[in-house]
Every structure is written in C-alpha cells, then in structure tokens.
C-alpha cells in the first residue's frame, strides 16, 4: 500500500474510488440502512454530482452499490432525501411493492431549458433502493431560484391525518422554507425559518425531527439542523441546531428551552472563542470541530433518530492528500436530548464495533499521573481505535491525549477544566502543508456534570472524533499522520487521578 494509502478509513464509509460529499437520501428500510450521497463518478474533485450509494444491516459495514441517480447534460443531481412512500401516495407503485421515493435538487446546467436554476425532484426506486427512475413530471417545485436546495422530507402525523413536510433552503437568503405536501408532487408553502448570523453565507442541507426529552415520549422537542459555508464555529463549513416546536406548519425556536448557548457562551470567553456562538448567537453548534457538515438523519427509524455528516471542510475539501478517492463520511450518530441544568440540549453517541482488543493502560488508572507523558498504546499506522478515560475534573491544570509517533508529530486533546473548555489541535498532526487553512485548534465548550470529566474518542486512519461528557459536545478533525506507528500518550500539567483509561483497538 502506497503512503496514502493508509490514509483509507477502517470504520468509516468510503467510496472506492473518486469524490464524496455530502450524505443524502438516508432511509432505512427492510432492515436495510441506504446510505445516498454527492459522487463524482469521474474524478477526485467536486463535479458532475450524481447519488452514489452504499448500503449496511448494522450501520458499521457498509457495502457500495453502483451509483443510484447520474447527472446528464441537463442536471446534476444535487443534495436531498428518500423515503419510504407506504400509501403509494406518489402513484409510483404497483401492486405489492412499496417505493422508495428520492427527492433531490435538480441543478440544471447552462444548456438546459431551465439555464442554473435549482429546483426539487423525485426519483423512484421499485426494487429496494438498486436502481432509480425520473419522475416525468420533474421538477415538482420550481421557485424560479438560483440556490433553492437540498430538500429534506419527513411524514407528519397531524390531527386530521398526515402528510409530507419538506424543508429545503434559499441558501444565499439564510432561510429555511417548509411546504407541505399528500403526494409528493403538488407542494404548497407553509412558512419559513431564519435565525440571526452573517447575511453573506450559505445555510444548506436543513433537516427538522422531533426527539423525546429525557427519553420520556411525552415530553418532545422539535430540533432543526442547518449546515453554514462558512461561518461555522471553527472557520468554514459548521453545523447548527436550534431546539424548539413544530406545529404542523411553522418551526419556532424555545430559546428558553434550548440549546447550549449559555454554556457555549461561557466556553467561548473562557476559551477565547472567536466562532458566532461565542459572540452569543442563537442555538448552538452541532459540532465544534472542522470537519461535520451537512449532517441529516435517517428516515424509516420510528424509534431512533441517526445522524450521517460529511468529514470534511468546504474550505479545503478539494485538496486533501489522498490518492484515487477524496472524503469520508463521520461515525454515524445517534441522536437524544437531554435536560442538562435546566435546558435542552442535544446529545451524540457514536455507532462503531465492538473492541477486538484492549490494550492495558490499567497501570495508569488509580494513582496521580502528572507532569509528564505515559505512553499508553502504540498501534499499526491506520488503525482504528477507541480511547475512553474518565476523571474527577481537576481544579487547576490541563491534562489529555496525544495521538502521533512519539515525537513532535501528533492530534492533542486537551481539557482544561478549569475553563470548562476542550480543544483538539491539528497543527502538529503530520502533513498539514496541503491548504493554508487546515493547521488549526479547535475549541469546545465543556459541562462540568458532577465535577466530572468523561472522554470518548475515535482516531481512524485520517479522523479523530471527540465525543466529550457524554456527547454534549463533539469535535471532528480530518488529521492525515505521517509517522509510523501511532502511539498514544496521556499528558498533565498537574495530578490527574483517572478511574477509567481504556484503549480499544477497533479495526
Ligand atoms: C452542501 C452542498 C449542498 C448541495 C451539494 C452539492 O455541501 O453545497 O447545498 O446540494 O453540496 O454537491
């Protein structure tokens, strides 16, 4: 395997070969998860976007499949959902089968009858998702816009019966519009959502779902995810949630309820957080690092809400150094909201395999480490694994993780209790020369639940994943190491006793 190589990700999806960006169409259905999502199918850059598609009985192998929706000289086929249409509501179906229904952007070229403008389209799969047919009567909603995109469809069960809800962006106006529709194909308007922020970004690939509270079916929130390009928290493309209700025609956000701002808030002073939320802008941020966006959920999962987002960063997505396929996906995650000092907020748990093997770092549990690294692990160069570690938060210092070759090359997490804060910093993390923009330090906001500090993270060949207290806050990083093996080293500035410190070798 040459160098790069060994950049290819163990637990997270790939396409063999060529270009990937964001998730799309996620639907469960007949104890399948399909996994859609924007494919070059031609090169490794972004271009002739077409819905590849992958699939998995348990959302931690997947298995590609031959691309499901290809661009033409009028279209390319931009981001957007798929559902599972149980009423034959759309007519697609025959007798006995259940379509699969894909709606999607349709960005016409310059050469089409409708010369760059943007508008929704349905697709329909009649043999469990393998291939696709054009609806005939595309587009079925056409504003007449330039940047009207990435439709997201769910059923909703109103008083009087359910219908279909769509909410999809006017990117450049930063609005989220929802329309309503009992086929799929006449949509009429019902309102629109916008928040406060810059006026000169893009908000993409919304997606609004309603979540019990504390796991109690009757207390429930509504959540409504938008992705920014840019101006998100750590610089470029981020990922926003607003918390609040959903009356079967109009999103409105509780801020009372929601969403974290107050202790982001305090985060982002006390770590000099130059992000919107740190200069106390509403909702909160789905993930603080660099690298997730253009996160949806699965439709088709009554009872569980997962989340997919894309690991990259529009800012240098383009020019990562891999060789013959460019981007992953993260871990998917699955999604609850949990009452955490008298706010809602939201919460990630990562989905991966179990341990192959754990490595002792029993050694390290139990007495004060300080002052110094203890070496915890070392592992083959692209290898997964996953580190867990909880502490009593200390009252003074930072401790944490480095994930390099021993040396000065390495990922650091670091917590700094004190300033209730957490950061991962990539600036060391080995080729990081491939865009000006990639060295950064990313930064979080941490709760102190009980006085206490839990860590979760995942490190894959080019990924480390931070999942903090519980999933309260995430980071994602794209890191692309050079050194050989990956060692894994604990570090404080003054004691830490840890009660837990587990390193699992995941693939
Ligand atoms: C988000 C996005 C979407 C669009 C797609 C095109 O990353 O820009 O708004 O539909 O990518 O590939």
Redesign the pocket.
Known sequence: ASTRDLYRPRLHYTCAQNWL??PNGLVYHEGVYHLFY?HNPFGTG?GN?SWGHATSTDLLTWTERPVAILCDEEE?I???SAVVDEGNTAGFGGPGTTPLVAIY?S?YSEASARPRI?AQSLAYSLDGGETWTKHSGNPVLDRGSENF??PKVFRYDSPTGPYWVMVA?E?TEQRVLLHKSSNLIDWEYLSDFTADGPDDI?W??PDLFELAIDGDLTRTAWVLIV?V?PGGVAGG?GTRYFIGTFDGERFIEEPSAASGAGTADDGGRQCGMSGPLGGGLRGSWLDWGRDY??AVSFSGLPYRRVMIG?MSN?DYANSTPTEGWRSAMALPREISLRTVDGRVRLAQSPIAPEATRTTDASDAVGRPLSARRTHLASMPRGSACRVRLTAPAPARGTFGLVFGAGGSEGACVTVDAAARAIRLDRTASGVVDFHELFPSVEHAPLDLLDGRIQLEIYVDACSVEVFAQGGLSTITDLVFPQGEPTSIEFFASSDVTVDELEVAVLG
Do not use: I, K, P
Request: aromatic letters at 20%; proline letters at 0%; one cysteine or more.
């Open positions: 960006n964001d924007q972004w976007m390319q931009f981001s957007g952007t960005a943007q995109r990435d962006v990117a893009l993409e690939c992705s390009n493309s966006y253009a894309w529009w």
